[in-house]
């Protein structure tokens, strides 16, 4: 009897919860004596999707102290980390635990800072499980086992329902709202679209929804805008969307995006840009339109306003190959595969590779970053000139480097009191035009260790 033991860093509301329970589901079909169970590393979790989960078959322990996660890693055949770079996460693949078979699950593509790999996760993995075949390129893993599958969309969330003939042209945003993801111009573009009485949805959460909504309001057209939260039925969302516009930014750690795929399959055509594993997933002018820039962006959707024909040739493309590709079932019975072949191999001990106990915050924040992280050992330079660069370089990247999770903040909130993260955090806040709250943040640097202001630090 299979059992899988996945940890998961809070089970929320977002993508890698709900594709869990999809998973979930889908192997209780297929093979129903498995056991699948989940622990959590922060929370509460969601009302709802704990009640999913219970209904799936998927036993969450919520936040277990160490003692009962050391007997669920003894219990299991494999332990399947849904990995993003964090503190919480972090903390837990260093910690001394049981030997185990470990097969971290990527929720990222790996390509740009700060969601990136480092060496110690993956020379302590038995396979890594890369949701973005092109995150199995990556250098890092190069000689490594490495799995393909993708996320798990929940088709019983959908609806068959398209928009009324006379109804307003929508196009609709669903996912995370911050700067981690969507493209920095997001508003700038959607205001561009020349369709006339437009309507652009925004459904999601992630914390930016207040800059996003001071964008908004900044506008030339705020009308066009609907702004709201998280939304469960995802279904009635997109029963009443034209187009699926969902444009990130360069540097996002995307892979192949449950939402889109959710989207693609209730038969919405996508408007996209080429970045992080959303290439894999549409073919521009066969399962949607993948465009380049911002004017392109708009183009796009008034090409799909003016000519509904093509809009509907390419909206039922997208619905047949995601609903072929992302068939649960299908992946499910892959997932269980890769299991089985990590079942013949011996489990071995857990020991982190990398910095231990003996570290310091900052050490631990650097060696996450992988190869990203150099710019953040240059800063601690005792040459001038190669500190006065690196900070310079910290600071003009504040809009990933800064705010994103697995970002400098993110770190600096999970322990305040290393200079190094106070400094950084400093250097970002200036970047991003926030004097006062850097001036506060050096204050603190310095306060605790005098060495992060030296003749090459601003």
């Not at 700060?114 to 996760?121: H, Y």
């Not at 396979?127 to 599958?149: K, Y």
């Not at 709202?177 to 020349?194: E, L, R, T, Y």
């Not at 649960?328 to 910095?355: I, M, Q, Y």
């Amino acid at each position: 009897m299979t059992k899988v033991l996945f940890v998961i860093e809070k089970f929320g509301g977002d993508g890698p919860t709900r594709s869990l329970i999809a998973l979930a589901d889908a192997v209780a079909r297929i093979e129903p004596a498995a056991e699948l169970a989940v622990a959590t590393l922060s929370g509460p979790g969601y009302p709802m999707t704990l009640m999913q989960a219970r209904r799936s078959g998927l036993e969450v322990h919520d936040r277990p102290g160490p003692e009962l996660v050391a007997q669920l890693i003894e219990a299991a055949d494999v332990v399947v980390p849904l990995f993003w770079n964090s503190p919480v996460m972090y903390r837990f693949l260093r910690r001394d635990w049981p030997a185990m078979r470990l097969a971290p699950w990527l929720q990222i593509n790996g390509a740009h800072p700060p969601q990136m790999l480092s060496a110690p996760l993956i020379e302590v993995s038995d396979t890594v499980i890369c949701t973005a075949r092109s995150t199995m390129d990556l250098p890092e893993l190069d000689g490594t086992r490495t799995e393909h599958l993708p996320a798990f969309p929940n088709l019983g969330r959908l609806s068959d329902e398209r928009p009324d003939a006379d109804a307003r042209f929508t196009v609709t945003y669903l996912g995370t709202i911050n700067g981690a993801k969507m493209h920095p111009d997001f508003v700038s573009m959607s205001s561009a679209i020349d369709v006339p009485d437009v309507r652009v949805v925004i459904r999601g959460a992630g914390g930016g929804e207040g800059l996003l909504a001071e964008q908004i309001a900044e506008s030339d057209d705020p009308d066009r805008f609907d702004l709201g939260g998280y939304v469960e039925n995802i279904g009635a969302v997109l029963s009443e969307s034209h187009v699926f516009g969902y444009p990130l930014k360069r540097e996002t750690y995307a892979t192949t995006e449950k939402s889109l795929i959710e989207a693609m399959a209730a038969g919405v055509c996508p408007v996209v840009f080429a970045h992080g594993g959303v290439s894999e997933v549409v073919t521009n002018g066969e399962t949607g339109l993948v465009v380049e820039d911002g004017a392109s962006y708009a183009d796009a959707v008034r090409r799909l306003f003016d000519h509904p024909e093509e809009r509907a040739r390419l909206a039922d493309a997208a619905q047949r190959s995601v609903r072929s590709r992302f068939d649960p079932d299908v992946l499910a019975a892959k997932f269980l595969s890769v299991v089985e072949g990590l079942n013949s191999r011996p489990r071995t001990p857990h020991e982190w590779p990398g910095v231990g106990g003996e570290g310091t915050a900052s050490d631990r924040f650097i060696e996450s970053l992988g190869r990203a992280g150099e710019f953040f050992v240059r800063s601690r330079s005792d040459d001038s000139a190669v500190s006065a660069a690196a900070d310079r370089a910290i600071a003009s990247g504040h809009d990933h480097l800064g705010t994103a999770e697995g970002g400098i903040i993110h770190y600096r909130n999970a322990e305040p009191d290393d200079g190094w993260l106070r400094y950084w955090s400093g250097l970002v806040l200036a970047g991003a035009g926030r004097p006062q709250d850097a001036r506060t943040e050096f204050e603190a640097a310095v306060a605790l260790d005098p060495g992060t202001v030296r003749g090459g630090n601003t």
